[in-house]
Every structure is written in C-alpha cells, then in structure tokens.
C-alpha cells in the first residue's frame, strides 16, 4: 500500500507512460485490415491509433505538423511497420479525428451526477499583447464554456464562444448535452450563472440549481430555489449557506481548467473556427484519458 506522497509522485510517471504508449506499433497491420474492409476508394495508410498518438504529441508540446513528420521518419527507422507521413496528411488525419467528435460528449456518466459550470478565455494562435499595443487595436479572445463532473474533475462536454457571449446564454445549451451523458441532478455555478431564465430552465428539467444569488435579489418574487438562496444568506450569511448546499464544490471547475490549461497551454494553434472545435474536443479527450490514468 502506497502513501499519500508516493501516489502523488507516481502520477506523472503514469502519465509519461501513457503519453508514449507505443503498444499500437504491433497492431497497425492487423487495424489497417479493419480499416480498409469494404472501404470504397483510396485505401487508408495511416492507423488510427497512429493518429491519435501523433495528436497528443503535437497538442501537449504545441509541435508543428512539419515537426511530426520529423517524428514519423524517427520512429520509421526504429519500427519499420510505421510509415513516414507527410506533413499535409498528419494535419487533414489529425482534424477529421477530432471533427468526428464534435458535437458529442467526450465523456459518458454512469448514474447520477452533480456538475460545475465554468468559463476561460484562450488565446488564438499564440497572438501576443504586443499587437494590441502596437497597433492600437482590440483582439478579441475565445471563450470556452466547460461542464465538469464535480466528483472526478473530468469534462462532460464543452462549448465555444465568442468573449462577447454571456456564460448564462450558453449554460443552457451546456445542461441539455451534459444530460445526454449522464442523469445530472444538480448544477453549480457561480454568480456568472445567476439568470431566472437559466434557473427556470434547470428547474422544469428537475435539476437542482446551486447558483450563488447576486446581493441585491429579490426574496419574494423569482424562481423558488433563487428566492430560498437569497433568504439564506441573508439570514446565516454567504459561508454558512455555501456549507449546507455544497456550493464549494465550484472549485473542482477551476481546478480542472487550471489543469487543462496546464496540460496543453492558454491558446488554439488552429485558426479556422472548425479546426478549434476540432482541437478543442482532441485536448479534452487527452485531458479526461490522463486524469483517469492517474486515478485508476
């Protein structure tokens, strides 16, 4: 039995193991084969398990497609079963991966679930402040809206905005796709959330609203759960009220964004709206792939 400490230390052991996880080397032949039954057309050359090792590589250590064909003439010479791809074919293989995913969950709930909403703004293409600066000009960032399982810290879906679009306007769209993944009974948000329209709407969807109420709400009018929330803060305080209804849970949604961006950076390398999907919906699988291995 390991202690506390020496879990902590193993955590990124496990995920450097994960991160060049070369089991698919062995398996490219025989996934090719399956790939390639019955398909019409110019037959696929490059596994996908290949793929998916070439897009954790290139999204973790922000590396250019030119910088993974590199790579694939390195591991060609060491496995001679890997072919060496160009540049072009990495990135239309890497974006159609990721494309095939969006619009769906990247991670399925078993049973009930409580879920934290938060939002982050990302940089595009790495674009520094000194632009602003240099030419007088605002650039706008991206906002990132996550959905994220209270109990584990892991993404149940996502969605991008612009920084002109306010979080209760996508909290909406956010709760229906996290119910397609799992039975979510409760929703934490902070006061970025507190709409009677996004309140109303968790309501007649049977879900219990844990969303802190701005000073200045009403008692008397409004959706039953804001009027009772409010009472309670005004009559044992902001602390007491977050004990009882478990609104410290919010913090899990900054942990985990904090962790994301940690992971694979503040910004988007790709510059085409679908392509961030795309790359947006690739990170949060590898960001819910690590953070299971080291909890397993």
């Not at 078993?110 to 030419?135: A, F, N």
């Not at 879906?157 to 306007?169: C, G, K």
């Not at 902070?190 to 996004?198: E, F, N, T, V």
């Not at 609203?209 to 759960?225: F, K, L, Q, V």
Request: glycine share 8%.
């Amino acid at each position: 039995m390991m202690s506390y400490w020496e879990r902590v230390g193993e955590r990124p052991i496990k995920r450097g193991m994960l991160i060049m996880d070369l089991d698919f080397v062995g398996n490219c032949r025989d996934e090719l084969v399956r790939m390639n039954w019955k398909k019409r057309g110019r037959p696929y050359r490059i596994a996908e398990s290949y793929v998916r090792f070439l897009a954790v590589i290139r999204y973790l250590f922000s590396l250019g497609y030119r910088q993974l064909e590199g790579l694939t003439r390195s591991l060609g010479r060491i496995f001679p079963t890997l072919p060496v791809i160009d540049y072009s074919w990495i990135r239309r293989r890497i974006v159609l991966l990721g494309e095939d995913f969006v619009g769906y969950s990247p991670r399925s709930v078993d049973g009930p679930v409580v879920i934290v909403l938060d939002s982050t703004g990302v940089k595009v293409c790495r674009s520094g402040s000194w632009l602003e600066r240099r030419y007088s000009r605002r650039r706008g960032y991206l906002k990132m809206h996550f959905a994220i399982d209270a109990r584990t810290g892991e993404i149940v879906y996502f969605e991008r905005t612009t920084d002109r679009v306010h979080d209760s306007e996508a909290a909406r769209r956010m709760v229906d796709r996290s119910m397609k993944a799992g039975n979510v009974i409760k929703v934490i948000g902070d006061g970025a959330y507190d709409s009677i329209r996004l309140i109303r709407h968790l309501e007649r969807r049977g879900i219990e609203p844990i969303i802190r109420p701005r000073r200045n709400a009403r008692t008397d009018r409004g959706p039953p759960s804001r009027r009772s929330a409010a009472r309670m803060i005004r009559d044992y305080g902001y602390r007491a009220w977050s004990r009882i209804v478990g609104y410290g849970g919010r913090r899990m949604a900054e942990t985990a964004i904090s962790r994301l961006k940690a992971l694979s950076g503040e910004h988007l390398l790709s510059r085409k709206p679908r392509w961030m999907d795309s790359e947006m919906t690739i990170k949060a699988f590898i960001y819910n792939m690590l953070l299971r291995a080291v909890t397993t």
